[in-house]
């Protein structure tokens, strides 16, 4: 008897430890979408200490987009919810940041996002967001490529150049880094967004008796 009553006590701590780490990935991907409220706090005035600021807490809400994915894979931990929570994090995310630039003027008077670019980043989203959610409907998962990733990490080095680009020396060129890097991502997620509407309508086809073809 006292056998088992130690054995039922060391699994109890076990027992927690697991529960924890189920929900760990989760837990840095909500934090995530609270940090956006902050970013937009320091980010409403942007003045140069108040953008170094806004870059700092954007800049780490981006990280914990690395952070809940690894620690998911590495206890394996992935869940429905997470697949559910994660892109919606990092579309408020960035969606948020980008809306913001659009906002704030240049000196020049010009904005810092053109308007058109942020509708088309938008739309994307909310296109994708659309495709998953029948995809999802219909049994069918797709599988974020490489390309996404890549779009997800220029957009981010995009944003915090566009942030910062009034708080650092003009001579830096943060705006036309920024831009160009914008541009850079803008053609990915166009690409990213072919390859999840190609994967969907794969695995569409042998459902619909039209056998296995690709594009």
């Given at each position: 008897?006292?056998?088992?009553?130690?054995?039922r006590?060391?699994?109890a701590p076990a027992?927690?430890?697991?529960?924890?780490l189920a929900?760990?990935p989760?837990?840095?991907?909500?934090?995530?979408?609270l940090?956006?409220?902050v970013?937009?706090?320091?980010?409403l005035?942007?003045?140069?200490?108040?953008?170094?600021a806004a870059?700092?807490v954007?800049g780490?809400?981006a990280l914990t987009?690395?952070v809940?994915?690894?620690?998911?894979?590495?206890?394996?931990?992935?869940t429905?919810l997470?697949?559910l929570?994660?892109p919606?994090?990092?579309k408020?995310l960035?969606?948020t940041?980008?809306?913001?630039?659009?906002?704030?003027?240049r000196m020049?008077?010009?904005?810092r996002?053109?308007?058109?670019?942020?509708?088309?980043?938008?739309g994307?989203?909310?296109?994708v967001?659309g495709?998953?959610?029948?995809?999802?409907r219909?049994g069918i998962?797709?599988?974020p490529?490489t390309t996404?990733?890549v779009k997800m990490a220029t957009?981010?080095?995009?944003?915090l150049f566009?942030?910062?680009?009034?708080a650092?020396?003009?001579s830096?060129?943060?705006?036309?880094?920024?831009?160009l890097?914008?541009?850079?991502?803008l053609?990915?997620?166009?690409?990213?967004?072919?390859?999840?509407?190609?994967?969907?309508?794969?695995?569409?086809?042998?459902r619909?008796?039209?056998?296995?073809?690709?594009?």
């Amino acid at each position: 008897m006292i056998t088992l009553s130690t054995q039922r006590h060391e699994r109890a701590p076990a027992r927690e430890r697991t529960s924890l780490l189920a929900h760990l990935p989760n837990a840095i991907t909500v934090s995530r979408i609270l940090l956006i409220p902050v970013f937009v706090l320091f980010f409403l005035d942007p003045t140069p200490y108040r953008s170094i600021a806004a870059a700092a807490v954007f800049g780490l809400a981006a990280l914990t987009d690395a952070v809940d994915g690894y620690v998911a894979r590495r206890w394996g931990q992935v869940t429905r919810l997470g697949k559910l929570l994660d892109p919606i994090a990092d579309k408020l995310l960035v969606l948020t940041a980008l809306f913001l630039l659009v906002d704030f003027d240049r000196m020049d008077g010009s904005p810092r996002v053109e308007a058109w670019v942020a509708i088309v980043l938008a739309g994307r989203e909310l296109a994708v967001t659309g495709l998953r959610a029948v995809a999802a409907r219909e049994g069918i998962d797709l599988t974020p490529e490489t390309t996404g990733k890549v779009k997800m990490a220029t957009q981010v080095v995009a944003i915090l150049f566009l942030i910062l680009e009034e708080a650092v020396p003009a001579s830096l060129n943060f705006h036309e880094w920024g831009t160009l890097i914008l541009f850079v991502s803008l053609a990915l997620s166009l690409i990213s967004a072919a390859q999840y509407i190609r994967q969907f309508v794969l695995q569409m086809l042998p459902r619909g008796g039209s056998g296995t073809g690709g594009f």
